[in-house]
């Protein structure tokens, strides 16, 4: 009898080295990643080219991209199952991105959240890539034909506009584009900062970020300091109690308790309690990838061989694609 093979359904998903991995992109981002790893066929990138669209200092990207290459393998992504790689080293995410770009409105461009967030934070230095940086984006998943990109939520709009260049494309040429679609968590898609639980937690904020590197007596410093409110109650309301809210969503993502279980434990117990209780299951979460992350950082002719097959296994994918895209564009084959 014919035996039935069943392709492995595809995901692709990034994080610019611009500066260290955060608890924020751990939960909203990695930690996914980890636990999709088996069911999926996985593309998990070190997104240098995104990260100079604002200015980098050159040794230090360098240095934070194979670093992150080793946060990479520490959280739990194995190099054998996953294609593990830098951007730069596929040249056919810039070539992708310069069609896509094609197909792209600038209206649509400009009405992109973080485009308008990013261009008020480095207002001297806007520049055309910043514009265009979700195109790249939608190039880097399109190219591996991506059923799943898992993201934090604030990446859903990019991948909404992927989906709409796709299906612009494929209107326009026939099926050339698998469609992708977002994968957000539950818990943890939006981590907010710290010292002020309105906005998100972002490696551009050190004070109210957690960094996956960060020592245990840091850690522990930074949640006793979080801020909170006048209350006492450790209750979970995101308009009312932004602060608690928070620190109660990054306990469970943590832990994997749920919210009522997380609510129950703390129940008349003040913010004393709490903060340092939340500090403590990071550290323990944490300690074990800052361990690893270490030791693996020491073995570089390890991490080149990992990142160089994982590129050359992602040039073969990508190739494919982009042959199949300037065919239908009309550019002359080789
Ligand atoms: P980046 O590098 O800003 O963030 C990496 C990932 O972490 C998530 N994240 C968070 N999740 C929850 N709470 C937070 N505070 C938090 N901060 C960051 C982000 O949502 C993201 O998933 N454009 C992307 C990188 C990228 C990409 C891609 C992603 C480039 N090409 C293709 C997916 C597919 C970015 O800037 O992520």
């Known amino acids: 009898m014919e035996e039935k093979v069943m392709k492995k359904k595809r995901i692709f998903s990034g994080i610019q080295p611009s500066g260290e991995l955060t608890l924020g992109s751990y939960m909203g981002a990695i930690k996914n990643w980890v636990d999709l790893q088996d069911a999926y066929e996985c593309l998990y990138c070190i997104v240098d080219m995104h990260a100079i669209t604002v200015r980098q200092d050159p040794a230090t990207l360098r240095r934070r991209s194979v670093s992150q290459l080793a946060q990479y393998i520490a959280c739990g992504l194995d190099p054998k199952k996953n294609i593990m790689f830098i951007q730069s080293h596929v040249p056919q995410h810039a070539e992708l991105s310069w069609v896509l770009g094609c197909y792209t409105q600038f209206g649509e461009l400009s009405r992109m959240t973080q485009f308008k967030a990013k261009s008020q934070q480095h207002a001297d230095n806007i520049t055309a890539g910043l514009f265009t940086y979700p195109v790249l984006m939608a190039a880097d998943i399109l190219l591996y034909q991506t059923d799943l990109v898992p993201v934090g939520e604030d990446q859903r709009q990019h991948v909404e506009l992927c989906r709409d260049i796709a299906q612009r494309f494929n209107g326009l040429y026939s099926d050339t584009f698998t469609l992708p679609e977002a994968f ?58 932004a602060g608690i809210s928070n620190l109660l969503t990054i306990y469970c993502a943590a832990t994997g308790k749920t919210m009522q279980q997380a609510e129950e434990e703390f129940a008349g117990q003040g913010y004393g309690v709490f903060k340092p209780a939340v500090g403590e299951a990071v550290v323990e979460l944490l300690r074990p990838i800052r361990k690893e992350s270490q030791r693996i950082m020491q073995d570089k002719a390890y991490l080149e061989g990992v990142y160089k097959e994982g590129a050359d296994h992602a040039r073969y994918l990508a190739t494919k694609t982009l042959s199949k895209v300037y065919r239908k564009v009309g550019f002359v084959a080789k």
């Open 184 to 241: 957000i968590p539950k818990m943890g898609a939006r981590v907010m900062s710290l010292g002020n639980p309105e906005s998100k937690m972002s490696k551009s904020d050190p004070d109210g970020c957690v960094f996956l590197m960060d020592s245990p007596e840091d850690i522990m410093r930074k949640f006793k300091r979080a801020v909170t409110d006048c209350e006492t109650a450790v209750k979970f309301d995101k308009v009312n109690k």
